[in-house]
C-alpha cells in the first residue's frame, strides 16, 4: 500500500509491504541511523521517534500507520530551534547520555515537553522504559527535562521567541 | 573560559554509523550468525577448518561428542558458542560468498550424536592451555602446614557483557600478504595484536584502520577487538575480503564479551588472623584465540599480590583457549577480577574468623618499603588506609555492619509478611579495589605516548593528542596549564587528534588514566616549547613523549620511578536490602571514596565514576528477579503510582594531597580512576549479598533462585504462614 | 511484494460489515502483541489487516456518576495521563506493573484484554473490579463480565467476526485497591504473577472484599470464593481472622492447581499475606 507521510518536514510518498515496521523504513530506505533496533519489543526505547508529537516505539509500529502522519526524528529535531533546550539542560546537569541513547533521550525529552498533561518528576518517572540504557541514573534524566521544561518555558516567554 | 560544550552531541548525533553504512568495498564474503537445529541446547563447539586446502569437511573439536561436519563450498563454519543461550538453538558465526550460502550450509549442518563418546565428555571443549604463570614468593606450604586457622573461598565469574550496544562490524581484506582490518577501535595496537593471534600472522603483515565510529564521545569504541578478530579470521581463511556486519537482533551471541574466570584462593592464618600463606589457582577462559594470554596473566598476577601483605605466596595462574567464541577481561586486563575475588575472600576471612573487615583490611595492606613479589611498594600506599577510613565515616559503616550482622544472628528471616515488611534483610558491603600506571602503561600505550605542541608564527598554539580534548574534560585543565607555562589564552589554542592511522593507542579517554598519563607531557611539552620561544629555535615545535620499555616491569621514570607511585585507590561500600516478597534486590545507597593523586577535573572524574557504577550494578542485578536494579520499584502501592521510588544514591569522595597550586598546574600525581569502579563495586556488592545470606557465593551471579535457597531453605520447613 | 490489503474503516457499522464478510481479517489496535510475537509476526503478510486507527468511536471515554466507558482503542499512555475520577488509579496501578513505557503509547486497552499475552496483561484487574466489556457484531451487542472473559485455558471468548467496542468500569465501589506484579523466576520458568486486592470500606467496616491471584503466561485467574467472609468484618482485621482466611484460601489453591515449588508457594503466600496485612491496619 502506499503512505504519504512526512519526516523531518520532507514529504514521503512510499508504497510499503503490511509487515514493514516505521523502524525498518527510517534506518534502511530513509537513513535515519540515530533509531536503533534494539530490544526489537518495545521495552528498551531505544528507536523512539515522534509521531505526530508522541514518542512511539518505530520497532513495534507498522508503516501503515504512518498515514497522514508527522513523524520527527533526531535528524530533524536537532535543526529546530527547540532542540537548544533539551541539549543545554542535558549539558547544564549531570545528565550525560551516551550517545547510543542520546538520540531517544532526546526524544522522549521532546515528547515529554509537547504532552499537554503537567509535568512532574512522577510523571516524567512513568514515562522511563524499565530497561534503560545504564549510562545514567533516572533521577538526572528527571532533572534534566524539567531544566528543559524551564529553559523552554523562559524561551517562549521571550518577545523575540 | 568557556567552552562550547554543545557541540559533541550533535556531532556524535550526525556522524555515527556513517563507517559501517558508507563502506564501499566490492562484494566482500558476508558474515554472519547462524542457527543450527539443536535438541538439548548443551555444550557445542566447533574449531577452525583443520586442512583449509580441502575445507569440504571440518572436524569439529566437540564440547562432548563427537562429530563430523560435511559443509558446502563458498561457507565455513568459523565457530560455534559453547554454551547455547541463543532461543534455545546453537549459534554458530561462519563466512559464506553471499547470504544464500549462508543458508544452504545452515542447513548442511547437521550435528550428529553418538551416546558412547564419553572421553571427550572430561574435557568439555577446552583446547589447550595458552599461557600460564607460577608465583611463588617465600614457602607458602610450610605456613599451610602449621597454620592456626585457613580460609577456602572461590569465585566463579561468568562471561557477563556490557548490555550497552556498540556499532557491530568490521571488514578485514587479506591482499597481497598483508591483512588490512578497518574497524573501530581506541585501542588499533591491541587489536593488531590480537588479530595477530587469532589469525597466526605476522605483526607486520597486519594493518589496522581504526575508523571512528562510536556512540561514545571520542567516536572510538571501547572493545571491538572481538569483530576484528572474526573478520581478520574470516578473511584470512578465504584469502579474500570480509564483511561482518552482525544483525541487530542476533548480534549479542557474538558481542565481545567478559572472559569467565574461576578463582580458588586459600590463606592460612596466625592466631591474630594475620595472613601468613596465600595460595591461589586461578584460570582464566579466553575462548578460540586466546589473545594476550601473557598480559592477562601478568595482569591477574598483579591482582592478587598488589593490595594485601603476605610473606608466603603461591599463585597458579592459567589462562586456557577452548572452542568457545573468543572473550576478553572487561576492564584492565583481567585485574578487577581477581581483585573482586580477593575481596569476597577478606569477606570470608573477617566473617569465618569473626574480625572486623576495616581493621583487618588496615592492618594486612601492603605497608610502605614493604616486598611483595613484583617490588617494593612504596611512598603513595598511606592512600588505601585513608580511603578506606573516608568511607567507613562517610557510610558509617561499622555501626550498619554490626547491626545487619545482629539483625541476621538474631532472626533467621522471617517467614511472615508483617516482618517482610518491616524487617527487610539488610547488607553492608565494603570493598577496595585499584590500579597502576605501570603494568598497564606497557600494553595500552604501545610504549610510548607523546604530545605534539606546534606554535604559528601568529602565536597559534595546536595541541595534538592521541586523544580529544574536549571529551575527556581535559580541555579546561589543559587550557590552564598552557596559560600558566606558556601565557597563552584560550582563544589562541586549538586541540587536535593524531591521525588514526598507526596512532599510539589512545584509549577512550573519558578513561582518564590515559588523560593523566598525557597531561604531565603536556606540561613538559609547554616547558620545552618555552625554551625553544625564548631561544628563538625556530621551528616552533615541541614534543613530549614517553617511552616505556618493552618488557613487562615497572619503567615508570617519567612518573619518578616508582610502580606505585601513579597507583589510585577505591574504597566503595554498598548497602543492599532484599525485598522478601519478589526476592528483589535494592541498592539502597553507595559510598566511594577515590584516592591517589591530584584529580584534573574532579566534575569529570566524578560524572565517570558514577557511569562505571551504574554500569556495575546493572551487571550484577541482571539476573536477579528485578531485571534493572535502578529502574523502578516493583512494590508499586509503596509509592506513589510507583515512581519516585527510591533511588540508591551516589556519594564520591575524592582523596586529594594538598599539593602546591604551580605543581597541580604541572600534574605532578595526576590521578588514574579510570576503571577503579569495576575493582570494587562488584566485590562490594556481594561482600553485601553475603550479609543477608548469611553465606558466600560461589558464582558472581547471583539470582534470586540462590537467594531463596540460601534464606528459606536452609530452614529446612515448609513456607509456614501461621500468624 | 506480500499480498495482504489493509483496511481502514471510518466507523464500526462498515468494520462489522467487513467482519461478518471477512472474518479471517487480523483485527489491528495497537499491533504491540502482532509486533513482537514471531509467528504472527510472519501471519502479517499473508493476512488481510483492519486497522482501527481511524475509528474515533471506540477512542472515546464516558464518564458517569457510576462508571466509566473506556473505548477500546484507547492507549494505555492516555489513560495514564487521566486524572484518578476518571480512571481508577488501580487500573494505572496495572498499567505501570505490567506494560513498558515505551509501548503504552501504542498499546489499547482492548488489544491488551483480547490478546492476554504474558507482557501485557491489565485483565486480572479488570476481572477483579467486575469490568464489563461491550462486544458488537453486525446487527447485535452482548456484555461479558471479565471474569467471564477468559475461560481456564481458553482463548477469550470472542469471535472472528465480533468486535471489543467498549470496556465498562464501575466506579466508585471499590475504596481500597491493592495491585501488584510479582516476578517469580527459577532456573526453568520465569513467571510473573498478580496479586490484587479490593475492597470498599464503610465506617471501618468491610462491607465488601475481594482478594485474587492471576498467572500471567497462563490462562487462569484464581478468585476463590470466599468474600463473603470478609463481609461486615470491623477493622483491623484480627491477626486470627487473616491467618484462617488466608489457610482455607491457599487450601483451595492448592486443590485447583498443582504448584509444588516451594520458591512460588512461598512468594504466593507471602504476597498474599502483604495484602491482607495492609488492609488489616488500614482504617
Sequence with gaps: ?161 | MSINKARPLRRVVQEQNRFLYNQDLDTPWEMALIRLDHQDGSHFSLGLPEDSADNKVISVRPGHKSRTIHIIEDAIPLFAEKTVQYAGQVACLAIARDSKALQALTQSIKIAYRSDDHEHESDGGLLMTHAQKTISFGTPNAYFDQAYTKVTSRLLIDNYQDPRREPRGALAEWKDNTLTVWCSSAWPHMVKRCVAEATGLAQRHIVIISVPSSYLPDRFLIDSTMYACYVAIGAVSIQGRAKLFLSEAEDRRFASKQSPIDVELQSAHDQDGKMVALRSTVSIDLGRYACASNEIIQHLALGLTSSYQCPNQEHRLLALATASSPSFPNSMLGMTLVQEALEQHVQQICSQLALDPILWRKDNLLQKGQECPYGTSAESFYAAHEVIDSVSKMSDFARKHASCELLRKKQRYSLHAQDAMHNRPRGVGLAIGSQSHGLLSSFELNHRARIDLTMSDDGHLTVQAPFHAHYSGLREPWLACIYQLLGIEERNVSFARFSSEDVEDSGPSRFSRLAALHSPLLAQACINLRHKIRSRVHPFVARASYVNQKRLTWDTAAFRGNPFLGRTWIAAVIELSLDQIDLSVSVDSVCLSVAGGCILNTESARTHIRQSVIACLDWLSSKLAQPNLLSTSTDLYASNLGHGAKRPTIQIQFQQPDTKPELQARFAHAAAIGELAFGAIPAAFHNALVQISGSSFTSSSVDSQQLFQKLYQALDQEPDHAG | MADSRILIPLNVVDLLTILKKRPDCMIWAGGTYSQTNPIIRLDIANRDIISLQRLEELNRIYRTDRLVEIGARCTLERLLKLEDHVVPAGLKLAILSSVPAPARSLATLGGNVCIHDQILNLLPWLAIADARFEIRKQGSVRYCMARHFIEPDDFPKIDANELLCKIRIPLNRWNFQQFRRIEFQNEHQKLPFYVCNFASIHKETLDDCRMGLAFSNQKYFFFPRLDADFQGQRLPLSKKFCKSWLDRFLEQFKQGYEVDDPQLLYQITISLESLLDKLRKTD
Design chain 1, 1 to 161: 500500500m502506499r503512505v504519504n507521510f512526512l519526516l523531518n518536514d520532507e514529504r514521503y510518498i512510499l508504497d510499503i509491504d503490511a509487515e514493514t515496521t516505521i523502524l525498518a523504513i527510517l534506518r534502511k530506505e530513509l537513513g535515519q541511523k540515530s533509531i536503533h533496533a534494539a530490544c526489537s519489543g518495545g521495552q528498551c526505547g531505544s528507536c523512539l521517534i515522534l509521531v505526530n508529537n508522541q514518542a512511539v516505539p518505530s520497532c513495534l509500529m507498522p508503516a501503515f500507520l504512518l498515514r497522514d502522519a508527522t513523524v520527527e526524528t533526531i535528524e530533524g529535531l536537532s535543526s529546530q530551534t527547540g532542540f537548544a533546550d533539551i541539549e543545554k539542560a542535558f549539558l547544564k546537569t549531570p545528565y550525560t547520555p551516551c550517545a547510543y541513547c542520546a538520540p531517544s533521550k532526546v526524544i522522549l525529552t521532546e515528547s515529554l515537553l509537547r504532552s499537554e498533561s503537567p509535568l512532574t518528576s512522577s510523571s516524567i518517572g512513568m514515562s522511563i522504559p524499565k530497561h534503560w540504557c545504564n549510562c545514567n541514573q533516572e533521577s538526572d534524566f528527571i532533572a534534566a527535562v524539567l531544566m528543559a521544561k524551564d529553559l523552554r518555558k523562559k524561551r517562549e516567554l521571550r518577545p523575540n521567541g
